[in-house]
């Protein structure tokens, strides 16, 4: 079973950064992407950025030029590195991850338990 454990939210004054990070772990074959959602109360999730295998990435307009998304892959882990943080950026921030059995050959899509943002001051 594979499991995806998020880390590094927090209050934050706006103008300020944090550093995500989410961790697979598990019987894992191979990941081909992993992504950032973010869902701010009374909003649909949507997506902040995501990361494929071959390190092409893309971003949300929203946070283009001031999140950057990275990942270590001898890791299993993922990165968003939030700069100039806005109160628009608070919500519980997910990640996401498709992820290859290694017995079944299938790619499993996972979520994580979630992490909270919350930009004030």
């Known amino acids: 079973q594979v499991e995806l454990v998020e880390s590094g939210g927090g209050l934050v004054q706006p103008g300020g950064s944090l550093r995500l990070s989410c961790a697979a772990s598990g019987k894992i074959g191979s990941i081909e992407a992993m992504a950032w959602y973010r869902q701010a109360p009374g909003k649909q999730r949507e997506l902040v950025a995501s990361?494929?295998?071959?390190?092409?990435?893309n971003y949300a307009d929203p946070v283009k030029g001031r999140f950057t998304i990275s990942s270590d892959n001898t890791q299993n882990t993922v990165y968003l590195q939030m700069n100039s943080l806005k109160p628009e950026d608070t919500a519980c921030y997910y990640c996401?991850?498709?992820?290859?059995?290694?017995?079944?050959?299938?790619?499993?899509?996972?979520w994580g338990q979630g992490t909270q943002v919350l930009v004030s001051s």
């Open positions: 990361i494929l295998k071959t390190s092409s990435t």
């Open positions: 996401n991850a498709a992820i290859t059995s290694p017995s079944t050959l299938r790619s499993n899509i996972l």
